[in-house]
């Protein structure tokens, strides 16, 4: 009922910038908390930003003054730009999304995964 859709990664130069996105779609009453995750080989998955209904950030420190996190709640989306990319950056990146679905409840979201990819 609920589709997340992610875009924006891609192979980058250090020190580059890239913009990612993911747009829910479908039955939606509400959304509270939106992130975004990494996960790089062999390692587990981490929060890299997270943003309230109220437009409260919250960041990794490997990422802070780096990245920032932003929401278009008209369009169902939310943004992660990132600049200053480094090598230690590459990694699956995947969107979360907690939301109000059409069955009423509460519910979890999680994107299909975008590469991200900083060459040295």
């Known amino acids: 009922q609920v589709q997340l859709v992610e875009s924006g990664g891609g192979l980058v130069q250090a020190g580059g910038s890239l913009r990612l996105s993911c747009a829910a779609s479908?039955?939606?009453?509400?959304?509270?908390?939106m992130g975004w995750y990494r996960q790089a080989p062999g390692k587990q998955r981490e929060l890299v930003a997270g943003?309230?209904?109220?437009?409260?950030?919250d960041y990794a420190d490997s990422v802070k003054g780096r990245f920032t996190i932003s929401r278009d709640n008209a369009k169902n989306t939310v943004y992660l730009q990132m600049n200053s990319l480094k090598p230690e950056d590459t990694a699956v990146y995947y969107c979360?999304?907690?939301?109000?679905?059409?069955?009423?409840?509460?519910?979890?979201?999680w994107g299909q995964g975008t590469q991200v990819t900083v060459s040295s």
């Open positions: 479908g039955r939606i009453f509400s959304i509270n908390d």
């Open positions: 943003i309230t209904s109220g437009n409260i950030t």
């Open positions: 979360r999304v907690h939301l109000r679905d059409g069955t009423g409840w509460y519910r979890e979201y």
